[in-house]
């Protein structure tokens, strides 16, 4: 190994670099490759401008902030959601004459998308449903109140914008077909 590679590879003390800039304060300044590879430059006469450096650090301090606001306002959002959906769910529980009725409310014939109090329905697949279309059926003379449950593990599958008018209908294919199963 080299004398200057042997050099090169011991420790250096940050003392003694502070004295050699202090006595020779040229050797940064006119080292204008060094100061790029530093972040700084010089602005005008002997003022190094530690600007960009500066800039630097605040421009990434404010990439990580922005990141962890986002952060906090995507859980709110999802915590806003949650507490909506655990109020209405309260207050259709608090409405219903019976299980129908806290499923799909006093009047509603049909409802899509997730709906975390159905997911009994689905038995030992509740885990796995995301998204769920409910009809309310009239099943016999004199009617009992029933819901024809679909299920899905693609929360797409079933959303609040759709049509129920294709399950709306197959509810109805069922009301008239049980019409010729024995009452039990």
């Known amino acids: 190994m080299s004398d ?4 090169l590879m011991k420790p250096v003390d940050p003392e003694v670099v502070r004295a050699f800039l202090r006595d020779e304060p040229d050797f940064l300044r006119d080292d204008t490759r060094l100061l ?3 972040g700084l430059r010089v602005d005008a006469g002997n003022v190094i401008d530690f600007g960009p450096a500066a800039l630097a650090r605040a421009a990434a301090a404010h990439r990580r ?6 952060e906090i306002e995507d859980t709110a959002r999802a915590n806003f959601s949650a507490q ?3 109020h209405a769910a309260v207050i259709d529980l608090l409405d219903a004459r019976n299980q129908i009725d ?6 509603a014939v049909a409802r899509m998308g997730f709906y975390a109090p159905a997911l009994g329905l689905f038995g030992d697949k509740l885990d796995h449903i995301r998204s769920m279309a409910l009809v309310r059926m ?3 003379e004199p009617s009992r109140q029933g819901i024809l449950a679909f299920g899905s593990s693609d929360p797409e599958a079933f959303t609040p914008d759709m049509g129920s008018e294709l399950v709306a209908f197959l509810a109805r294919v069922v009301e008239r077909t049980a019409e010729r199963w024995p009452i039990l």
């Open 4 to 7: 200057a590679t042997q050099a």
């Open 138 to 140: 009239a099943l016999w």
């Open 84 to 86: 909506a959906q655990t």
């Open 65 to 70: 902030e922005a990141v962890v606001r986002r």
């Open 36 to 38: 790029g590879e530093l």
């Open 102 to 107: 806290m499923l799909m409310g006093d009047h």
